[in-house]
């Protein structure tokens, strides 16, 4: 089966039939290949799982050599929140071909993300009209609170982590997050690691293992 985003896929080391699946999309100018480390930093510890690492589906305007999930050379919110909604369309039915492939429900599903794809993974967490297992998002923040406010149908419980000295995604972004979720009531998780940028680092990856070994 061909889905409809180019995908890199990796397997858990013990695979006697797949029982989930762990979506990962990069963040702005990225690709598949690029968030897949983070597929096998995972994949000897977590059995009968796909991991699914694909491309945007569009070329990034400020880096042909990598993808996009919605254009940010556009500095305009309302263009910014249009392109990210065109987004969640495409990867609503990429999730539905991943489950359809795996004969999956959106319960096997994890949705994790760095950067911008963090954003989409939490717009995803509650706009689909079923949870998902969960989301893990690092770097990230909501695209538009008001928006997406009105629009929440599901309640997908969250992990999320962001660097204090990120230079990239504001770190207070992590606490807005928060803030807005807690609201809705939405049960999420957050960690603020000390000294780290815009990148993910050892120790997110690790708390975040131990947090899918837990439910998963």
């Known amino acids: 089966m061909e889905f409809i985003l180019n995908t890199k ?22 690709d598949g290949a690029d968030i897949s480390s983070i597929a096998y930093s995972w994949k000897r510890f977590i059995d009968n799982t796909a991991f699914l690492c694909p491309d945007g589906h569009e070329t990034c305007k400020l880096n042909a050599n990598g993808f996009q999930w919605f254009d940010l050379s556009i500095d305009d919110q309302k263009y910014v929140l249009d392109q990210s909604k065109k987004a969640e369309i495409i990867l609503i039915k990429y999730i539905e071909q991943v489950k359809k492939k795996y004969n999956l429900q959106n319960s096997q599903i994890i949705l994790s993300g760095f950067s911008q794809g963090c954003m989409m993974a939490i717009n ?19 695209i538009d609170r008001k928006d997406l406010q009105d629009r929440i149908i599901s309640k997908t419980n ?3 982590f962001h660097g204090d000295a990120d230079e990239v995604v504001a770190p207070s972004s992590l606490l807005e997050a928060k803030d807005f979720l807690e609201r809705n009531k939405i049960q999420v998780e957050t960690n603020m690691i000390n000294n780290c940028s815009h990148h993910i680092p050892v120790k997110a990856l690790s708390e975040a293992l131990e947090y899918i070994k837990k439910i998963i």
Do not use: R, V
């Open 9 to 30: 896929i990796i397997e858990s080391d013990k695979k006697n039939n797949i029982q989930s699946a762990i979506i990962l999309l990069h963040g702005y100018g990225g």
């Open 124 to 142: 995803l967490g509650l706009i689909c009209n079923q949870k998902f297992k969960c989301i893990i998002g690092f770097s990230g923040k909501i």
């Open 158 to 160: 969250m992990l999320l």
